[in-house]
């Protein structure tokens, strides 16, 4: 059907297929040819390149991979501050269940208007997907990652001869070493002077030397470069197209759409000042807040230099400094078990009062930590994570009709439900490229009737929903009660059905299927011949005797 066009090659090619949809290309061209066109949408935080008078291969790359390896860096770094850690299995956690008993997330295909035949396939491409994901088991570890980095990146390996067979691979790719570029061409219109965009060419480029450490080498993309042993390399990077690969990231940019940023980012000041503080306080504690001697030495009539020798000698005898580590925590030095302080020596000269000891009051207000306390509450703040769950000792109301949902963790379940949504492009964009691939579905049909009403169901805490669940269906029956009396007056059964019991349309012809079974086998009284009291419409059966047992005959005698 000529779907795909195929091109290899380095970095001066282009690697990974392309869907090619005639319809969609010509409707771009024109509109491009149009000279219509004076910006470009940018927003996936594509580094935008203007190739009208310069070529790729003389522009420096460097520095906008360079950007972005450091701070996805600085993202994990920061989840593994134990505060930070706390609330991003917190926000995990409710994003996605990884229950034994429940698929992690399923799709719902009800409000799609197509075949069933196209159904069952395209659920069946969904499983596929999420077998080649492995998401059933890495669920937990894909949404983290996700929301630390900002950002999750695959590459689909499509076989080049045998296309309609679909992904066979999805492979992760590093953040760090992935950027989407946009490469522009404009011309000058010479009666309004505007430069309009006439050519926008997309593609991802890969350089590995990115994802590495501090000390791997990276330098301009497609230039040779030095490790630093006197041996050049060439840059690995590499070309790859626009479909073959799926970058799904949080929605959040830079406020000039340069780069993506992690959900982590107005966390960043907030964890910095969290940070600073607990090390002051350490500080305080051990090397300042303990009280200190004062030591004044005599010294007789001992000469300048051998006065401050032996102030030396006293001092190395019975003195040692701690120093305290704000990186591992620890108190380093030579300790003295005669002292453990910072001690103050002074000499003194003959005639003075002699060698005397004085103590220095400690520090004060060792148990007012409310600093510490504000910070976290900011961080925590900063995290979209509900400040009452900093206290660990805190009972969590896990459903109920008696539970009361604060405003912060109502903010925190929207919270949730936007970051399901988003991470939900995930699977919307696999989906994409897998139905066309195998000729399920084109891009016309996916645009308008398939992508705009797919839903993705995610599984919730199984006992949490359990209680949620009886909780609103004794709403619903409550409601349900109350209303009776007026359908068929204010309200129709169809109304009562779809706005109160909140059935869809599909629930609706599945109870009255099971009605109408039950009732055929009589489990319980056709609702039709019973009257408003529940009671029974029907006469009540003639009482079956036999002569000689009670039976009364006709002239009013009883028979014997």
């Known amino acids: 059907m000529g779907m795909f066009d195929w091109s290899m090659g380095g970095f001066g090619g282009m690697f990974g297929f392309k869907l090619k949809n005639p319809n969609v290309n010509k409707e771009e061209q024109k509109v491009l040819a149009n000279n219509n066109v004076i910006e470009v949408e940018n927003d996936d935080a594509s580094a935008l390149i203007d190739t009208t008078y310069a070529v790729t291969n003389s522009v420096n790359l460097h520095g906008s991979l360079q950007t972005q390896s450091d701070l996805i860096n600085e993202y994990r770094l920061m989840a593994f501050h134990p505060e930070v850690d706390?609330?991003?299995?917190?926000?995990?956690?409710?994003?996605?269940?990884?229950?034994?008993?429940?698929?992690?997330?399923?799709?719902?295909?009800?409000?799609?208007?197509?075949?069933?035949?196209?159904?069952?396939?395209?659920?069946?491409?969904?499983?596929?997907?999420?077998?080649?994901?492995?998401?059933?088991?890495?669920?937990?570890?894909?949404?983290?990652?996700?929301?630390?980095?900002g950002r999750l990146v695959f590459h689909c390996v499509v076989d080049e001869k045998r296309p309609k067979d679909g992904i066979i691979k999805l492979i992760p790719l590093d953040p760090r070493a992935v950027r989407k570029f946009k490469e522009i061409k404009k011309t000058l219109d010479p009666l309004t002077g505007v430069e309009k965009i006439t050519e926008v060419d997309e593609y991802f480029l890969y350089d590995k030397s990115f994802a590495g450490d501090s000390n791997t080498d990276a330098g301009a993309v497609g230039q040779r470069q030095s490790n630093g042993s006197g041996v050049t390399?060439?840059?690995?990077?590499?070309?790859?197209?626009?479909?073959?690969?799926?970058?799904?990231?949080?929605?959040?940019?830079?406020?000039?759409?340069?780069?993506?940023?992690?959900?982590?980012?107005?966390?960043?000041?907030?964890?910095?000042?969290?940070?600073?503080?607990?090390?002051?306080?350490?500080?305080?504690?051990?090397?300042?807040?303990?009280?200190?001697?004062?030591?004044?030495?005599?010294?007789?009539?001992?000469?300048?230099?051998?006065?401050?020798e032996y102030m030396v000698h006293?001092?190395?005898?019975?003195?040692?400094?701690?120093?305290?580590?704000?990186?591992?925590?620890?108190?380093?030095?030579?300790?003295?078990?005669?002292?453990?302080?910072?001690?103050?020596?002074?000499?003194?000269?003959?005639?003075?009062?002699?060698?005397?000891?004085?103590?220095?009051?400690?520090?004060?207000?060792?148990?007012?930590?409310?600093?510490?306390?504000?910070f976290q509450r900011k961080l925590y703040k900063s995290l979209n994570v509900p400040q009452s769950r900093i206290e660990q000792d805190d009972v969590v109301p896990l459903g109920g009709r008696g539970a009361e949902v604060t405003r912060d963790e109502w903010k925190f379940d929207k919270f949730v439900r936007r970051l399901r949504r988003r991470f939900s492009e995930l699977f919307s964009e696999i989906m994409r490229r897998q139905l066309i691939l195998k000729n399920i579905t084109t891009q016309e049909d996916w645009d308008t009737l398939v992508a705009p009403f797919v839903q993705f169901k995610y599984a919730s805490d199984s006992y949490m929903k359990a209680q949620q669940e009886a909780e609103l269906l004794n709403d619903r029956l409550a409601t349900l009660a109350a209303i009776d009396q007026y359908v068929?007056?204010?309200?129709?059964?169809?109304?009562?059905?779809?706005?109160?019991?909140?059935?869809?349309?599909?629930?609706?012809?599945?109870?009255?299927?099971?009605?109408?079974?039950?009732?055929?086998?009589?489990?319980?009284?056709?609702?039709?011949?019973?009257?408003?009291?529940?009671?029974?419409?029907?006469?009540?059966?003639?009482?079956?005797?036999?002569?000689?047992?009670?039976f009364t005959a006709p002239d009013g005698q009883p028979t014997s």
């Open 86 to 149: 706390n609330a991003l299995d917190d926000i995990v956690n409710a994003v996605v269940s990884c229950d034994e008993d429940e698929d992690p997330v399923s799709v719902d295909l009800e409000k799609v208007d197509v075949g069933d035949g196209v159904k069952d396939k395209i659920v069946d491409e969904f499983d596929h997907i999420i077998e080649l994901m492995n998401f059933n088991r890495t669920a937990y570890e894909r949404v983290r990652q996700w929301y630390v980095d």
């Open 233 to 308: 390399r060439r840059s690995q990077a590499i070309r790859l197209s626009v479909d073959s690969v799926i970058q799904v990231h949080t929605g959040i940019l830079a406020s000039d759409n340069s780069s993506i940023l992690s959900n982590l980012e107005k966390a960043r000041k907030p964890l910095n000042n969290l940070r600073m503080m607990e090390d002051a306080m350490v500080v305080y504690r051990l090397t300042r807040a303990p009280e200190r001697r004062v030591f004044y030495i005599d010294v007789g009539t001992l000469p300048k230099k051998a006065a401050e």
């Open 314 to 374: 006293t001092m190395n005898k019975y003195k040692s400094k701690m120093v305290y580590d704000p990186s591992s925590g620890k108190v380093n030095g030579n300790a003295h078990q005669i002292s453990m302080n910072e001690d103050f020596w002074l000499p003194r000269r003959e005639g003075s009062s002699g060698t005397q000891i004085d103590t220095l009051q400690g520090g004060q207000n060792l148990n007012d930590i409310d600093d510490i306390l504000y």
């Open 488 to 550: 068929g007056k204010y309200f129709s059964k169809d109304f009562v059905k779809r706005n109160v019991l909140n059935w869809t349309d599909e629930d609706i012809k599945d109870q009255a299927k099971k009605i109408k079974k039950e009732l055929a086998a009589g489990e319980y009284p056709d609702p039709a011949t019973m009257d408003a009291d529940g009671n029974s419409l029907l006469p009540p059966p003639m009482p079956i005797t036999t002569p000689g047992f009670g």
